[in-house]
C-alpha cells in the first residue's frame, strides 16, 4: 500500500526556514510529477511548487525565489526548502505525487496527511 507522509514542519520566526520532507513508502514502480499544496485557513488549497520526474521545477508566484523543491529518487523523497518565510506562509502543506504501484498499469494521485506551517511576525 502506497502512503505519502510529510514532515518537517512547525513554528518559525517571519524570516526564517523551513525544510519539508515527503517520503514515499510501498510498493513502488515510479514516481512521476510530485507537488506541495498548501491550504491557509478560509482559503482553497493552493499549488506551491512541482517538480517532475525529470528535475524540472515550477513555483507558484508568491514562493518563487524564497521556496527550492528538489528530489531524491533513490530515497522517494522529495523536499521543500523554504526559505524567507513570512505570515503569508502559514498553512497546512501537503505534498501530491502520481505513483504507479506495482502490480498497477497505470499512475494514481495520492495525498499525503499534511504538516502545519507556522509563521510568527
Known amino acids: 500500500q502506497v502512503q505519502l507522509v510529510e514532515s518537517g514542519g512547525g513554528l518559525v520566526q517571519a524570516g526564517g526556514s523551513l525544510r519539508l520532507s515527503c517520503a514515499a513508502s510501498g510498493s513502488i514502480v515510479s514516481i512521476n510529477d510530485v507537488s506541495w499544496y498548501r491550504q491557509a485557513p478560509g482559503k482553497q488549497r493552493e499549488l506551491v511548487a512541482t517538480?517532475?520526474?525529470?528535475?524540472?521545477?515550477n513555483y507558484a508566484d508568491s514562493v518563487k525565489g524564497r521556496f527550492t523543491i528538489t528530489r531524491d529518487n533513490a530515497k522517494n523523497t522529495v523536499y521543500l526548502q523554504s526559505n524567507s518565510l513570512n505570515a503569508e506562509d502559514t498553512a497546512v502543506y501537503y505534498c501530491?505525487?502520481?505513483?504507479?504501484?506495482?502490480?498497477?498499469?497505470?499512475?494514481?494521485?495520492?495525498w499525503g496527511q499534511g504538516t502545519q506551517v507556522t509563521v510568527s511576525s
Open positions: 501530491n505525487a502520481r505513483i504507479r504501484p506495482i502490480r498497477a498499469m497505470y499512475y494514481d494521485t495520492y
Open positions: 517538480i517532475t520526474s525529470r528535475g524540472s521545477t
